[in-house]
């Protein structure tokens, strides 16, 4: 009895079995994402891919980054994918949008990207379609994950360490940083306090610029060929004369001795000039003298002594004729 009753409850735990692994084989995982994910009660488009790859139903619709309604069938056509979407609410889709599948992290859930390029008016009516031209289809799964493997393990993270290190062994000690922020605020600081003067120059250069534009066809003369050859003469002339002012400078400042000189030369003159004009007003009489008394002397020296007295008046001049006689001296 006990051995029918254990053979039956196996006979109908196998059958439980059964019954589960068929039920398990009609299991359709886009089901249970439609089950999970409304797709709302709007309009439906249909967005056509080269490849949807592992894009399941009930998945995300956005435009523009904002959640706009839900994949509802997935079609295989013949050269592309149909992807049928319903939106939620009256959600106006421009007809010249792009469309793109996407997945937030490598193993995120994949959803349609629908983003607007222009700001037409004309926009995709409901059970319209976004053609193949206007969509990119997303790279495989595994191509994605060969990419992440050879940056991981080809060196590119050494390699930007590397180079991080090797910037902060070049950049200065933070202190040094530091000083050279503050003295770049106080210069700052300091050129934001002097602006007035910036203004002023500015404004000095403004009207300098109005003073010069009526006078251009004399500037450009200036500075022509003919302009430029005078100038070249006058700089040369004024060389030649920063030259020769010191030297006259130096003449002066030697010169000085020479004032007393020229001073007692035109005393010596004016009591020269002052000798002449009397010579020439007493001509007659130095005549006189040479001719009757220097010369005739100067040709026979002689002394006529014609009187000789003592302090007292008495006349002595026979004692020294006889005392000059008895010395021979007269005759």
Known sequence: MIAQIR?????????????????????????????????????????QFDDTLNLPEGSDVTFNGAKVGSVTGVELRGDHVDVNAKLT??????????????????LGD????????????????????????QTTSPPPLEDTLAVVANF??????????DVIRTMNTALPDIRQTRRVAKISAIDLSSLSAGTDLIDGMIRG?????????????????????????????????????????????SVFEGGYWLMPLLRGVDGSIGTVRQGIDAIGSNQAQLQQFLSKSLFPFLRKPGLEIVSASTPDGQE??????????????VR
Not at 111 to 133: D, F, H, K, N, Q
Request: aromatic share 2%; with cysteine; hydrophobic share 45%.
């Open 205 to 249: 250069l403004d009207a300098t610029a109005l003073a010069v534009i009526p006078h251009l066809p004399a500037a450009e003369q200036m500075l022509s060929d003919e302009g430029m050859h005078y100038w070249s003469q006058l700089g040369k002339l004024f060389s030649g004369i920063g030259i020769v002012l010191p030297s006259i400078g």
């Open 7 to 47: 053979g039956r409850v196996a006979a109908a735990a196998a059958a439980a079995l059964v019954a589960v692994v068929l039920g398990g084989c009609t299991l359709n995982p886009g089901e249970l994402a439609s089950s999970v994910r409304s797709a709302g009660d709007g309009e439906t488009i249909t967005v």
């Open 316 to 329: 002595i001049i026979g004692d020294v004729t006889k005392v000059l006689r008895m010395l021979g001296a």
């Open 89 to 106: 609410g009256r959600v106006r889709i421009p007809v010249d949008v792009t469309a793109s599948i996407r997945q937030n992290t490598v």
């Open 152 to 161: 991981v393990n080809g060196g590119s993270i050494q390699n930007m360490q």
């Open 110 to 133: 994949p959803y349609v990207a629908l983003v607007a390029t222009s700001g037409g008016t004309e926009v995709v009516e409901s059970g319209g379609l976004i053609p193949l031209s």
